[in-house]
Every structure is written in C-alpha cells, then in structure tokens.
C-alpha cells in the first residue's frame, strides 16, 4: 500500500504553515522592537529674575519744568542729566521647597566706545548671600563720566558717535531641593548709551537677558507598548507569547505531518465516487449480457465519463467478490449501457487478511488444601496450603503440619498417604 498526505491533510498543514509564518514574523517584529523606552521628565523648574531700575536726576531747566527727576518714557539730554541712579533687585524662585541655597554675586561696570576702547570698573566685589535675593543700588555721575570720556579721547585721539556704559552683575546660584541640586550662573545686563552729536546728545537705557528659567530633569524608563485598535500590550508581553504561539503550531505542524503521513490516501473507488458521485448509480447486481451485446473496455473512469455524457447516461456501478489463489478480491464495475453497446471500466482491490488470532494460553489450575487439625487454643487451625498440583499442595501442607502440629506428622503422613 502507498502511504501519502490526503486532501484534508493538506489543507490542515497549509493552514498551520501560514500560521506559522505569520507567528514567525511577528517573533521577529516584536524582537526588534525595544522592550523599554527611555524619556526625560521635567521635577523641577526654577527661575532667577534680575530687575533694573533707573531714576535720571536732571538739573533745573525750561525742557523740564524745572523738575529734577525725569518721568519714564522722557528724552534723558547729556547736558541736562546730573545722574542717573541704578537699582538691581534679583530674586530667585523654585516650584520645589529649597532645602539650602547661596548666592555668590559680584558686579562690574563697562565703559566702551563704539567699535574701540573699552574700560571696566569694579562696582560690587564678591559677595555670598544665604537668601534667594539680594539688592544693589548705583550711582552714576553724568559729569564725571563725560569728563573721563573727554580724557580718553584726548589721550587716544579716537573718537566715536556712541559710547556705553553698562552694568553688568555676575551671579551663581548653587540651590540643594529634594528633586536634587541647582547649579547656575546668570549674568543680566543694564547699558546706558551717550548717542548723537554736539548738543543733542541724549541718554538712552536697555535691558538685557534679566531673567533665566532652568530645570531639573530625570531620565525614566517605561515599558514600550504596542497598539492595534482597541488592543494595548506591552512590547515584552508580545514578544513573549509570539515565542508561546510560534513554539504551539510548530509543535502542531509536527504532528499534523505524522500524523497525514500515517494516514493511508483514499482507494481509487473513494476518489471516483468523490469525483463522480452525481452521476454514479449503485446496484445490487448484474444481469447476464446478451449475446449480442457488445461490450467495451475503457482505459480510465474518464473515458467512460465522457462515454456517459455523449450517451446521456448514467453511470452503473456494481462489484463483486472473486478469490485467487485463496486470496479474495473485490472487483468493481463502472459500465454506461448504450442500446447493445456496454462500456465498462474495471478496478480490482485485494481484500486485507484478518490477523490470525493468537493462542490463548489456557489457565493453571490451582489446588487448594486446609489443615484438619486443632490448633493451641483448640479451634480449627484451618491453615491453607496452595499448589499448581496436588503432590506440591500436599507437600507444602506436610511443612505446615511438621511445624504447627509436629506431634501429628505421622498420622497425617499415614492418612493422607505423604505427598
């Protein structure tokens, strides 16, 4: 007998190995994806502020209404500015409870020409401070500062459109908070400009960079998760039962293919009658063919199918038992009959030999001997003794009676004739 895969075999193994494959690629996307991702996340955030004020003190004049202190947003004139008086307020605020801070402060001023000289003054040496805030004020003397912008310019020969004076702070502040340490520099700026020329020259005041914001930042890993649709799942949990599902229908694959191989194909019979069953018509018998009918042996079902279609009839089958050389096979007959002509197509099958059943062993008999003598106490001993045979029952009772009952050996010996 040839051994194959059958049809429903085979789809079974095509199914599980499109399963497989598809399970074999998910393993392989899940794998590639990271099971964690990283990302920073803000704990902390804090701020440190600089704030500048001016207040120019003017001398008395027609301009002015003879006031002595300009209002904000008024044309500051060189020659009618005493001072100008500079106040630097910093403050420095965290969203977290600061557990130590100290700030370290020192303050310098720089006087430049436009595209030349530059000199610096020391306003403010170092200080610390153990306090988020501190306060300075500084007076600059219009005068004195044109005075020294003269003698340079003597002394240099240079002269330029615009000259800057600008106050300059230079603050570190180093913060403990339960999210952890703080550590900045900051450094705000205030300018003062002497522009224009001859008698219109004028003051003009600007800002720069009077505050910072910083953060303390952690990096936090979390599981990366995969989404499709409504299905959330974690990367790992993925990976994790792909393998599960991968290791499943390669396991059932296995088993499939063993199991279709094991399995014989169906007989030729069972295929013709798959194939053709609508136009196959069982009987029960055969009836004899007349002399003058003519009968015609086709090589396959197919030929006698097509016989059967031009005909317009329906196939007949039938079959009977024949033996050969003690051997019995089950002929069947596919035939269309066609006025005296019969077409016939004929398949043999050889019938399986039944198992010859084994021998069963017939059972030992067993024989079975009790002891007709009293015990120490006076009842029945009733001991039993067992054997395949009666010589080996008696013989394993005459060891009993010589030990229980010694004093009777010889009156069992000579009433039941010793083994």
Not at 9 to 29: N, P, Q, R
Not at 52 to 58: H, N
Not at 214 to 237: H, M, P
Not at 249 to 262: D, E, V, W, Y
Request: one cysteine or more; a neutral charge; aromatic letters at 10%.
């Amino acid at each position: 007998m040839t051994w194959g895969i059958n049809l429903s075999g085979k789809t079974s193994i095509i199914i599980l190995c499109v399963l497989l494959a598809f399970s074999i690629y998910a393993a392989y996307y899940f794998n590639r994806m990271p099971s964690e991702v990283s990302s920073y996340t803000t704990v902390c955030r804090y701020r440190g502020e600089a704030e500048f004020k001016t207040v120019v003190a003017v001398k008395p004049s027609i301009l002015y209404d003879n006031r002595t202190v300009l209002q904000p947003g008024e044309i500051a004139y060189l020659n009618l500015v005493k001072q100008v008086v500079v106040s630097l307020q910093y403050r420095f605020t965290c969203d977290k409870p600061i557990n130590y801070i100290r700030v370290s402060y020192s303050v310098e001023a720089v006087l430049e020409a436009e595209g030349g000289w530059r000199k610096t003054f020391t306003l403010t040496p170092g200080k610390t401070v153990d306090k988020p805030f501190f306060e300075e004020n500084y007076t600059v003397n219009m005068e004195e500062l044109t005075e020294l912008i003269r003698a340079i310019e003597k002394e240099t020969g240079a002269y330029a459109s615009k000259y800057t004076y600008t106050v300059a702070p230079h603050i570190h502040v180093e913060a403990s908070t339960p999210e952890g340490p703080i550590d900045e520099r900051y450094e705000p700026k205030i300018s003062i400009s002497i522009t224009g020329g001859g008698a219109g020259k004028r003051l003009e005041f600007n800002v720069l960079d009077n505050s910072k914001t910083g953060s303390i930042v952690k990096l936090e890993r979390r599981e990366n998760t995969w989404s499709f649709y409504w299905l959330t799942a974690t990367v790992r949990n993925m990976r994790t039962l792909s393998y599960a599902i991968t290791a499943v229908l390669s396991t059932c694959l296995g088993i499939s293919i063993l199991r279709a191989l094991k399995t014989p194909p169906p007989s030729p019979i069972e295929r013709i009658k798959k194939k053709y069953g609508d136009t196959i018509i069982e009987s029960t018998g055969f009836s004899k063919i007349a002399e003058e009918d003519v009968v015609v042996r086709v090589k396959s079902i197919g030929d006698l199918v097509k016989a059967s279609s031009e005909a317009v009839k329906p196939i007949i089958h039938g079959e009977e038992v024949l033996e050969k050389d003690g051997v019995k096979t089950r002929r069947h007959i596919f035939y269309v009959l066609d006025e005296n002509v019969r077409y016939e197509y004929v398949i043999e099958e050889a019938e399986a030999k039944p198992e010859a059943a084994k021998p069963v062993e017939e059972a030992k008999k067993t024989v079975r001997l009790e002891c007709p003598y009293l015990d120490k106490k006076g009842g029945k001993c009733g001991k039993l003794a067992f054997g395949h045979s009666m010589e080996e029952a008696y013989s394993r009772l005459e060891r009993h009676v010589a030990k229980d009952h010694p004093d009777r050996l010889e009156e069992f010996k000579k009433t039941y004739g010793g083994r």
